[in-house]
């Protein structure tokens, strides 16, 4: 993961000033002088981005995640059926 991090700041310092989490942010503006009053807007942006990736993320994979999640309640809990139905691959297959 320290890789994946190190090259994203890498390839993005050039073009955004690689404000990937507001700890970067508050870094370059506390070290580097990146502009104090961008601070806040930049922080708000940021965490409305990853609300809205999460909630992207979600919406693709609940199913499966619902899915899997009853799979490691049986494992763990319980021995009854799930009462999900398996997801389907067919989102696979559509045009």
């Not at 508050?26 to 999460?54: C, E, N, R, T």
Request: hydrophobic content about 50%.
């Amino acid at each position: 993961m320290g890789f994946g991090v190190a090259l994203a700041i890498y390839l993005t310092a050039g073009v955004s000033g690689a404000h990937t989490n507001p700890a970067v942010t508050i870094a370059l503006a506390a070290f580097h002088g990146f502009d104090k009053s961008k601070v806040v807007p930049y922080i708000i942006s940021q965490m409305l981005g990853a609300f809205a990736s999460a909630a992207l993320v979600y919406s693709f994979y609940s199913h499966f995640l619902s899915y899997f999640g009853c799979l490691l309640w049986r494992l763990a809990v319980s021995e009854s059926d799930c009462p999900i139905s398996p997801p389907s691959r067919a989102w696979l297959y559509d045009p």
